[in-house]
């Protein structure tokens, strides 16, 4: 998994730190952040640029979008031809979500990457029908599973990924999401001197711990620069 299916790394004017977004060692990527911060605008991107490769995507969410996430600028564009790699399934509820990852191994069609936007959704099922821990690690067991499931039914090399995005949770539910990932990006909704958002990030096994400042406008994500903490 990179950065590269979600940032222009390999656009002119950011091939300085082009060697420091070596991929972690994961399956997962978890994004976290408030809400309105761009989690979906960046998960729908890492969905294009899969789907631009000819890849397989699945995006699950709660509902339908109202509209199309804004695209990252300089990144592949949501054109008609890419979005029919990519299928949306919208479930409302836990034991759909459930049913879908246990069952994945009929699906005639395996996708090579998941995308799950707002996973503290079917978490909150699980916790108002006050099932414990236990339950909420299954949902994440399951995803893992369906991971390995992904891979075992794709080529070697082949990207096989799951994108997610959460809330800020407690560090309870973190502690227990960081045994099946350390690939965690915050977008901590804080704004630098000229009202631009920041993310922090450490999605390199062996780099520097990174900081993003971003725009978001109506048109698309906008990067402002991006700051390699030493």
Known sequence: MSMKHIFPFDSHYLKWCHSKVEPINT?????????????????????V????EECHVTYICPSPLSSLPAPVHGMPSPEAKVLQNLKFLYMSSTD????YLSELHTSPVVSQVLILDDLDYYVNQIQEHGSSEHSIAMLFALIKDAVVYMKSKHTAGSPCVTYISTHHTSAHQLGIYKRFTKNIWTLNGSVDEDGAPIMQCKPFSSAEPMTIHYYITEDCFRLKNICVQK
């Open 27 to 47: 399956d997962i990527l978890l994004l976290s952040g408030d809400h309105n911060v761009g989690k979906t605008c960046l998960l729908f991107q890492a969905a």
């Open 96 to 99: 759909e979500l459930v049913e």
């Open 49 to 52: 640029s899969h789907a631009s």
